[in-house]
């Protein structure tokens, strides 16, 4: 089939049993479209569902029903023609090979996908060049540093030039200045090379730094998928951020229920929606009699990780955003 997206799946669902035969939906009819040249955020919790859609997309695990394409190609009817669009970086670095040394492993990856000769080692060399890591290319990744092995199975990922790239978790273990690397070779991947890039991982704020789109599951079901933009202005109205001495128990945090709590610093931040001057005078009120030594309140712009918080609490109650909707919200399936 042709298709305007670089990834598409269509009521897709995974279902595990356990050896006492319970079943476990890890993925639950997720249908979900990527347009191409985006960098695509697809977030949630742990065990929300995320590495297995991105393995069933890679062909790595067969869906119990619905389907996934990549491009024009449906994985599991055409698996050797859609993974020549895609490079994964699978969280671990599971695609990789510590047993040989980051050429060679830049040299196998481009074999599987058909490269060869001077090209495939232009391309080898230019990758670890950008990735910095040209001077240690005949090091075998066993030696490497948990950092420098994600590197290099990004690496992999690229060498063959593929238009959709799956980064799941790509800075996990990275020091900040390979966080760095990372996050502008997505940028570049997007904005300079029209790359898809797929890219899950718990950094919310560097989702918010480089997505232009993102979608929300949590135990396995969809809950969110908009523009980040459009998430960010779902909870438009005054937002503060109440900022108070120490941690807080929590039976003191259960007294502020409207709120999400978050430590920083040693101390503790309030943040919310406050629907008018009388509220706030409430919020701050509450502190004063709980004995909380305030800091500092102030109105703020939600980032991506509070409306991440506010739309998982609203998913376990039932209610969830609309994919593809302007911030409405309707009651989900049980």
């Keep these: 089939m042709e298709s305007s997206y670089a990834i598409r799946s269509e009521a897709l669902s995974k279902t595990y049993r356990q050896r006492n035969g319970v079943p476990i939906h890890a993925v639950q009819d997720l249908t979900l479209s990527v347009p191409p040249g985006q960098v695509f955020g697809f977030l949630g919790p742990n065990g929300a569902g995320k590495t297995t859609t991105i393995k069933m997309t890679c062909g790595l695990v067969k869906p119990t029903s619905g389907r996934v394409w990549v491009g024009e190609y449906d994985v599991w009817r055409r698996r050797s023609a859609a993974m020549h669009e895609i490079g994964a970086v699978l969280e671990g670095t599971r695609n990789v090979y510590w047993t040989l040394s980051a050429w060679n492993n830049l040299i196998y990856f481009g074999n599987l996908k058909g490269m060869h000769g001077k090209k495939l080692a232009l391309r080898a060399e230019a990758l670890l060049h950008e990735l910095d ?28 030039d593929p238009p959709v790239v799956l980064l799941d978790e790509p800075t996990l273990g990275l020091d900040v200045q390979a966080a760095r690397t990372v996050k502008e070779m997505v940028r570049k ?146």
């Design 189 to 334: 991947l997007a904005q300079e090379q029209g790359k898809t890039v797929v890219l899950t991982t718990h950094q919310l704020d560097m989702a918010q730094e480089l997505c232009d789109r993102v979608a929300i599951i949590s135990k396995g079901r969809l809950i969110a998928d908009q523009p980040v933009e459009d998430l960010l202005d779902l909870f438009s109205e005054d937002y503060y951020q109440i900022r108070v001495q120490g941690s807080m128990p929590p039976d003191l945090i259960a007294r502020f229920p409207e709120m999400t709590t978050r430590e920083d610093n040693g101390d503790t931040i309030l943040s919310g929606p406050v629907a008018d001057q009388g509220t706030l005078f409430s919020l701050l009120g509450r502190v004063r009699d709980l004995h909380l030594t305030l800091i500092s309140a102030a109105r703020t712009e939600p980032d991506l990780e509070e409306i991440f918080v506010r739309l998982l609490d609203a998913g376990e109650a039932g209610e969830m955003a609309r994919p593809g909707s302007q911030g409405s919200t309707h009651r989900g399936e049980e």
């Design 133 to 160: 890591l040209w001077d240690r290319r005949n090091d075998l990744l066993r030696t490497f540093s948990r950092g420098m092995q994600q590197k290099v199975a990004i690496g992999c990922a690229l060498i063959a």
